[in-house]
């Protein structure tokens, strides 16, 4: 074909930054079943458009965040038709994206410890965890810290504490990782680029 | 990728082998189905027909763990009927070096292994230089010791029909593949090879690519439109996280990690920095002190002076050829080596080989810290099956994350595309930004540490340079980000250019040896304007090329390539070799199009041109290959664990150096008939990777519930088991009760007379959530390593199934 | 009435990603509902009042030996002169609204005064949620394209195997591709282009993707 699809139906609609209201005339909020989800579409009309990328594969799909101004809270994901690589579409999992989001009853939302020998878990406070997980970091790693190796070669290396993860978060949180072990001085460092 | 997704459209034939893409990687398909409208050939090479199948214009099947036979015989048939792109192969590879007399290959070995270490010598694997340390050559291609006739050499044991015998793919098909894909040895036509986590794992893994690299050098194929070298890679910012090394064996910005034969700083960058004789090549990594040392003053800021190596010192060393990868991290760790794990966003419970090797192991823990959106079966180790609570003593710390769309921060795709993204709503709750986490962490361990006087070598910890919160004591994501690109320390001047002190650092050119800047990870340098625009955040459509580079969205490493190796697009005066898709070209003393890889002239200009890889220290690409554990050339070997018991190549029935282990999980069995069938592992489109995210959300495990394994019809037929029945899966080391899938797109293959059966599952499956969804495929996956990598062989082992 | 809009579903373009049976899910809130692995990659195995986009997944062998895989999805068609709204409305009046401006039908909550047995539909699609009797099925996203966007499964579809437009460039585009493809499938059509909105096109025997591909 001599045009492709996309270009040739542009002029049909695509999803554009303002999503321009275009009544066609009738009023059917009353007559459709479901008005739940003819309220969405105004919601999602009058809501904080927030571009983001899609957290799976590594094609890095453009996405449409929709938060409810009221709220604070996202109300939609879609694929953000601007963007040169996804042009608006996602798969299964990017189209899914939403169900990542706090309105995923299962996501985690406290902290949780489980204590030797224990069968469930205890809620706790940042500040708790954040200390008892550095007073054991200090620990372990005061009691394995190797100043020379076998052969008296200067190391300074740790060896009873490993790191795993993560591909899965931001450049800016790698990074900080990358610094962190190696001011802590582990050699067991590692995550899902190697598997 | 050398390429970029966008760029799949511009190739002529598209080689997808060890790729299910259009599963995997669907949006790419966009790109694949455009090229295929205009009249590209799709092929696709894979044990199972697929969604990806679906749409290739020529599909075949092959045995897991062959890759290699068939990458072989396809050199072979390109040497043979001369389909390479003559020009290229001799101005842009080492095919013309000479290499050292005593450099041999045998009966499936390379000169220089011993067997009481499983270890090469590899000193006999290089290249002779002349008087001015210069690499020898022969244009002519005719030296018997050329790199060249070497190669054909090696594969011309590679004839057609061994190869169909060891790979179950029909001489045919082989043939029809060969000849396709060789048709993209001339100047107009692109030919791409798109490949994943089935080509990387595999004991062979590295030279799995290595030897579709090198049918790429010799078609011509790298640095061009519709090109490259194409590793769709497996995870939303896994390119960052390699970028930022998160591993063991390499430092920010593929720098090396320091060992102990390197003391000084000094040492370590003589070791490191390589030396080219050669003025026309650029040998671009001779400014590794500049990178080494602007890392450090990013780590240790004002601490790290010239005094003190920019304290070097204080970093961690591993003793010489020690390996801290996560087959030792979980070996030791059943060992009970290691007492505490730090686990970010990873599900090893499910992800790596052998779960119940890895799961008894999280027993040794004295603690473990996991940070994570959702529960899953690491963090929970101590409630799985056979997992007695009350015995294990391991404290876990699960700390809620923000989720990704809750966070503003960068993310790499595969295509070295960094991505700016912004914060859609607070994260619920009490999570935080897995940064934040991470600087409270170190911000409480640098406080316990100052405040210790008997605390051990705080050095490192207390010199890290920690002011990355914004005034509410929240992660400040540009600061970080800006650190990472770097900044002048000082106000430097460079040629008749002055930049300011806390000028962000605008390309790694830049970046000084002396301590004069910072750099997080000198390959992203240039992220940022020196005024500090953020680059990655742009939406600019513009698009000066046609080609689909759209150089003005977000900013690509590094310094805005976006095809690299783009100098081997255009002949030795410039001239793009297709000008139909004119990459890059050299007008008026310029260039134009693409970033290029350097400013210099092209080769023509014997005075100021170079070479174009400019990367490698001779300045070309490598043919002969002499810096891997297992040899310069691929070779096949078979599977450690596999279904024949000789190798119809060589007596050397398996790669001589992969990494293998012993203890009493890690059982392996070959040529079992206890486990007749080859079993590969993959995912699905529906879930990610363990499911460990996916398998909390209810719209994708509606679409795919249950673990399942697909067996072809004959199978089926043979031991009695119909579509749907219950069935047990297992190998010598665990076993998986599933649903069988039967289904047409399985065939046995025919490996040279025997009938090899191959099955398949996804690994997306796990014990704690949905109650009934099933377990790892990893239970059946064995503990075995790429020689190079130490990347688990996920795609070939032995199983059995039955009925239950 | 033959204006309005259309869908054109390329299954010769589908590569079954499901981005468009989630998307669908997505922008009308509708559950996830529970499944189970019967042997396919196919789920859900039917429409159902949750659910009102599947895609169908069929396999086999092709005569000559080699593996097909075929991925249809399946949506309810905006007929021209539905079967279901007239056979509604021999029970209930103004049930099914048939949307002048695009032809997107359209059930209200009155549907849930009609028999379920006496709704009539060759392809399959109408449910009815047992709590509520309300009928159910795809509104063409009617909330969006009143509004000038497109139906959430066509902007999901990388590939451009679903799209969406004026019905008679839509048609054009049909009967051009199914030309176009005949080049190397002799048995492609479109189904049904003159009966139906979402017009499907196939390079195959339609029953080989689904039994009601055609219609009953």
């Known amino acids: 074909m001599s045009s492709t699809r996309r270009e040739f139906l542009a002029g049909a609609g695509a999803l554009v930054g303002g999503l321009a209201i275009s009544s066609l005339g009738i009023d059917l909020t009353s007559v459709i079943a479901y008005a739940e989800e003819m309220k969405k579409i105004e919601k999602v009309k009058t809501a904080r458009q927030t571009t983001s990328i899609c957290c799976y594969c590594s094609v890095g799909c453009g996405l449409i965040c929709s938060t409810d101004k009221k709220t604070g809270k996202i109300i939609n994901i879609e694929g953000d038709p601007d963007h040169p690589i996804n042009e608006g579409s996602l798969c299964a999992k990017g189209a899914g994206i939403f169900q990542t989001t706090e309105a995923n009853s299962h996501r985690l939302t406290k902290v949780l410890y489980r204590a030797p020998g224990s069968d469930k878990w205890q809620v706790k406070s940042w500040n708790w965890a954040i200390t008892e997980i550095a007073k054991r970091i200090k620990k372990t790693r005061d009691t394995g810290f190797m100043a020379k190796n076998s052969k008296g070669e200067v190391v300074n290396r740790v060896e009873n504490i490993a790191h795993m993860g993560s591909s899965n978060i931001d450049n800016e949180e790698c990074w900080l990782i990358a610094s962190m072990v190696r001011a802590m001085g582990l050699v067991y460092i590692d995550h899902q680029a190697r598997v | 990728m050398t390429n970029h997704w966008i760029d799949l459209q511009h190739g002529d034939v598209i080689l997808l082998q060890g790729s299910n893409a259009a599963e995997n990687h669907p949006i790419s398909f966009k790109w694949i189905m455009k090229a295929k409208e205009r009249g590209a050939i799709v092929i696709h090479v894979d044990p199972r027909f697929t969604r990806t199948s679906s749409k290739a214009d020529i599909y075949t099947p092959l045995r897991p763990g062959t890759d290699i036979a068939l990458f072989g015989g396809m050199i072979n048939y390109i040497i043979e009927k001369e389909k390479y792109f003559k020009e290229y192969v001799v101005n842009y590879t080492n095919a013309s070096f000479i290499v050292n007399d005593k450099f041999d290959f045998h009966d499936g070995l390379f000169s220089g292994y011993n067997p009481a270490t499983r270890k090469y010598d590899k000193s006999t694997w290089t290249i002779q230089k002349d008087e001015k340390g210069i690499p020898v050559k022969d244009p002519t291609l005719q030296h018997p010791r050329c790199v060249f006739q070497l190669l054909k050499k090696h594969y011309s044991r590679y004839d057609i029909e061994t190869v169909s015998r060891i790979t179950g793919t029909p001489v045919k098909d082989l043939l029809k593949v060969y000849e396709a894909y060789a048709s993209t040895g001339v100047p107009d036509r692109a030919g791409t090879i798109l490949y994943a986590l089935g080509q990387t794992q595999h004991t062979s893994g590295v030279q799995n690519i290595r030897a579709l690299s090198i049918i790429q050098l010799l078609l011509g194929n790298i640095g061009i439109c519709g090109g490259g070298v194409n590793a769709l890679r497996g995870e939303p910012n896994v390119q960052g996280s390699t970028d930022f090394a998160i591993l063991y064996d390499s430092l920010p910005g593929y720098l090396k990690a320091m060992t102990v034969s390197t003391k000084t700083l000094e040492d370590y960058l003589k070791k490191n920095t390589p030396v080219s004789k050669d003025p026309m090549s650029a040998n671009w990594y001779q400014n590794y002190p500049k990178y080494m040392v602007s890392l450090l003053k990013a780590w240790f800021g004002d601490r790290a002076t010239k005094e003190n190596e920019f304290g070097y010192s204080w970093l961690p060393r591993l003793d010489d050829g020690q390996i801290c990868d996560v087959l030792n991290m979980i070996d030791n760790m059943s060992k009970g080596k290691i007492k505490g794990l730090i686990c970010v966003a990873q599900n090893p419970a499910c992800s790596l080989p052998n779960s119940n090797k890895v799961r008894e192991a999280f027993k040794n823990l004295d603690w473990m810290v996991h940070v994570n959106i959702f529960n899953n079966e690491t963090a929970s180790f101590w409630k799985g099956p056979g997992m007695d609570p009350q015995k294990i003593k391991t404290e876990v710390f699960l700390l809620p994350a923000a989720a990704s769309v809750e966070k503003e921060g960068s993310q790499t795709n595969s295509g070295r595309w960094v991505q700016w993204k912004y914060e859609a709503a607070k994260a619920p709750g009490d999570c935080i930004y897995t940064g934040d986490i991470i600087i409270r962490l170190v911000s409480k361990l640098k406080e316990l540490y100052r405040t210790d006087k008997k605390a051990v070598f705080p050095d490192p910890i207390l010199n890290l340079k920690w002011d990355y919160t914004d005034n509410k004591g929240r992660m400040d994501v540009v600061k970080v980000s800006k650190t990472i690109n770097g900044y002048f320390l000082e106000d430097v001047t460079i040629g008749d250019k002055t930049y300011k002190k806390g000028d962000c650092v605008p390309s790694f050119a830049l970046l000084q040896a002396d301590g004069r800047t910072s750099s997080g990870c000198w390959i992203m340098c240039g992220a940022f304007t020196e005024n500090g625009t953020n680059l990655m955040a742009r939406r600019k459509k513009d698009d000066p090329t046609g080609l689909g580079l759209y150089p003005q969205w977000a900013w690509a490493w590094p310094v805005n390539r976006r095809i690299i190796y783009n100098r081997a697009s255009v002949d030795l005066n410039g001239k793009p070799y297709n000008p139909k898709r004119p990459l890059l070209a050299w007008v008026d003393g310029k260039w134009v199009g693409d970033v290029p890889d350097g400013p210099w002239p092209p080769m023509a200009d014997k005075e100021k041109g170079k070479y174009p890889f400019i990367m490698k220290p001779d300045g070309v690409s490598s043919l002969f290959g002499p810096g891997l554990n297992d040899g310069p050339f691929p070779e096949h070997y078979e599977p450690l664990e596999g279904p024949v018991t000789n190798n119809l190549l060589s007596s050397q029935l398996r790669n001589p150096v992969i990494r293998i282990f012993s203890g009493p999980y890690d059982k392996v069995a070959s040529s079992d008939p206890k486990y007749p069938f080859v079993m590969t592992t993959y995912t699905s489109t529906e879930h990610w990777c363990t499911g460990a995210i996916t398998r909390w959300q209810s719209w994708l495990t509606e679409a795919q519930p249950q673990v399942y394994v697909e067996i072809s019809e004959e199978l089926a037929k043979l031991k009695g088991i119909k579509n749907g029945d219950k069935v047990k899966v297992e190998s010598v080391r665990g076993s998986v009760l599933c649903v069988a899938m039967v289904t047409p797109r399985l065939q046995p293959l025919n490996c040279g007379g025997k009938s090899i059966h191959v099955v398949g599952m996804t690994f997306n499956y796990g014990w704690l959530f949905p109650e009934d969804c099933g377990d790892s495929a990893n239970l059946l996956t064995p503990t075995a390593g790429d020689a190079n990598t130490g990347t688990p062989e996920y795609k070939a082992f032995m199983v059995n199934i039955t009925k239950v | ?216």
């Open chain 3, 1 to 216: 009435m033959s204006n309005g809009k259309s869908i054109l579903v390329d299954t010769s373009l589908c590569t079954g990603c499901r981005g468009c049976q989630v998307a669908c899910k997505q922008w009308n809130n509708l559950p996830g509902t529970k499944t189970k692995q019967i042997g396919t990659y196919q789920n859900p195995q039917d429409f159902s009042f949750e659910t009102w986009k599947v895609v169908r997944f069929a396999d086999g062998r092709q005569e000559d030996g080699k593996p097909y895989w075929y991925f249809f999805s399946d949506m309810c068609r905006h007929c021209i002169e539905p079967p279901c709204k007239i056979s509604i409305e021999m029970t209930v009046k103004d049930a099914v609204i048939q949307d002048q401006a695009t032809g997107a039908v359209v059930y209200t909550e009155k549907t849930k005064q009609v028999q379920f047995k006496d709704v009539m539909c060759p392809y399959g699609i109408p449910k009815q949620n047992p709590k509520t009797k309300v009928l159910t099925k795809c509104t063409m996203c009617i909330d969006r394209i009143k509004n000038g966007l497109i139906p959430a499964c066509v902007k999901a579809c990388p590939t451009g195997a679903v799209v969406f437009g004026d019905r008679d460039k839509i048609l054009d585009m049909a009967k051009k591709r199914v030309t176009e493809l005949k080049k190397t499938y002799p048995k492609a059509m479109a189904i049904n282009p003159d009966e139906v909105r979402v017009i499907y096109i196939v390079t195959d025997n339609p029953k080989k993707y689904w039994k009601f591909a055609a219609g009953v």
